[in-house]
């Protein structure tokens, strides 16, 4: 069985659920996004910025499918809105979406299983990732949704 490749299917399947959304909630998500970057620049520990970062990386991927009138359902909620990226902005961004599932799973076992589970390393890389991802959406409100910012561009 072919996997399925565009919103419409994903809803089809129940993965989805439609979702109207409004300048508000754009706004208010991507304070979240530019809070959480500016947070996890800023923290000494590790961990937390890796935390933090993926925290805005999936506030950006929500905004991308708040916009495009969906959310993801309750089962695999994070992975789904996660896995949508490609979906959205196009097969480019496939290898995207791989990188911010393995952060997932990163940030899962720091939260929930061990101290020190990232490094350095993948917490500068996830930051630096998510500032351009960033870009990326903002970019695609204005071309597809500029509506939705709000009469202001970020």
Same mark, same amino acid.
């Given at each position: 069985m072919?996997?399925?490749t565009s919103?419409?299917?994903w809803r @089809?399947n129940?993965?989805?659920?439609? %979702?109207?959304?409004?300048?508000?909630q754009i706004?208010?998500?991507? &304070? /979240?996004a530019?809070?959480?970057?500016?947070?996890?620049?800023?923290t000494?520990?590790?961990?937390w910025?890796?935390? /933090?970062?993926?925290n805005?990386? !999936? &506030?950006l991927?929500?905004?991308? +499918?708040? #916009?495009?009138?969906?959310r993801?359902g309750?089962?695999?909620? %994070?992975y789904?809105t996660?896995?949508?990226?490609? +979906?959205i902005l196009?097969?480019?961004r496939k290898?995207?979406t791989s990188? !911010?599932?393995?952060?997932?799973m *990163?940030?899962?076992?720091?939260?929930y @299983?061990?101290?020190?589970?990232?490094?350095q390393?993948? #917490? *500068?890389?996830l930051?630096?990732?998510?500032?351009?991802?960033k870009?990326?959406?903002t970019?695609?409100l204005? @071309?597809h949704r500029?509506?939705l910012?709000g009469?202001?561009?970020r």
């Amino acid at each position: 069985m072919e996997a399925p490749t565009s919103l419409k299917q994903w809803r @089809e399947n129940g993965w989805l659920v439609p %979702h109207q959304t409004s300048v508000r909630q754009i706004a208010d998500l991507l &304070k /979240i996004a530019d809070r959480d970057l500016a947070l996890a620049s800023r923290t000494d520990d590790v961990d937390w910025c890796f935390g /933090i970062a993926y925290n805005a990386a !999936l &506030k950006l991927c929500t905004i991308l +499918l708040y #916009a495009s009138g969906y959310r993801a359902g309750r089962d695999l909620n %994070h992975y789904r809105t996660l896995m949508s990226l490609a +979906l959205i902005l196009g097969d480019d961004r496939k290898a995207d979406t791989s990188y !911010l599932d393995r952060c997932r799973m *990163k940030r899962n076992e720091l939260e929930y @299983e061990r101290v020190g589970a990232a490094t350095q390393s993948e #917490a *500068k890389e996830l930051l630096e990732f998510v500032a351009e991802l960033k870009l990326g959406v903002t970019r695609w409100l204005g @071309e597809h949704r500029p509506d939705l910012l709000g009469g202001t561009s970020r």
